[in-house]
């Protein structure tokens, strides 16, 4: 059983910072990559970054130098520390896992159940 708790979404004006985290907790060997997603109402779900196990990273143009993506295998966690938040960043913001199964040698896709970001005046 594995689930993944994400927190730290709210209302925020536009030009401040929020910090999203997704913890994984159950039974399993490893989290490998793990990526954050945001959906917008009307808007298809848009892949906002990725984190590979190792670190490598990744982002959509339209956050690179605002966010960043980071993680700390220790605790099973991902973090989002977004920063000069625009009103176009508000959106439901999904965490995404690739789990490798204590009993399986093939990663399951998991997700969170969303956290809303709204930024508004």
């Known amino acids: 059983q594995v689930q993944l708790v994400e927190s730290g979404g709210g209302l925020v004006q536009p030009g401040g910072s929020l910090r999203l985290s997704c913890a994984v907790s159950g039974s399993f060997l490893r989290v490998g990559a793990m990526n954050w997603y945001r959906q917008a109402p009307g808007k298809e779900r848009e892949l906002v970054a990725t984190?590979?196990?190792?670190?490598?990273?990744n982002y959509v143009d339209s956050v690179k130098g605002r966010f960043t993506i980071s993680r700390e295998n220790a605790k099973n966690t991902m973090y989002l520390q977004m920063n000069s938040l625009r009103p176009e960043d508000t959106a439901v913001y999904y965490c995404?896992?690739?789990?490798?199964?204590?009993?399986?040698?093939?990663?399951?896709?998991?997700w969170g159940q969303g956290t809303q970001v709204t930024v508004s005046s």
């Open positions: 995404n896992a690739n789990i490798l199964p204590s009993y399986a040698s093939v990663f399951d896709e998991h």
């Open positions: 984190i590979s196990f190792i670190g490598s990273t």
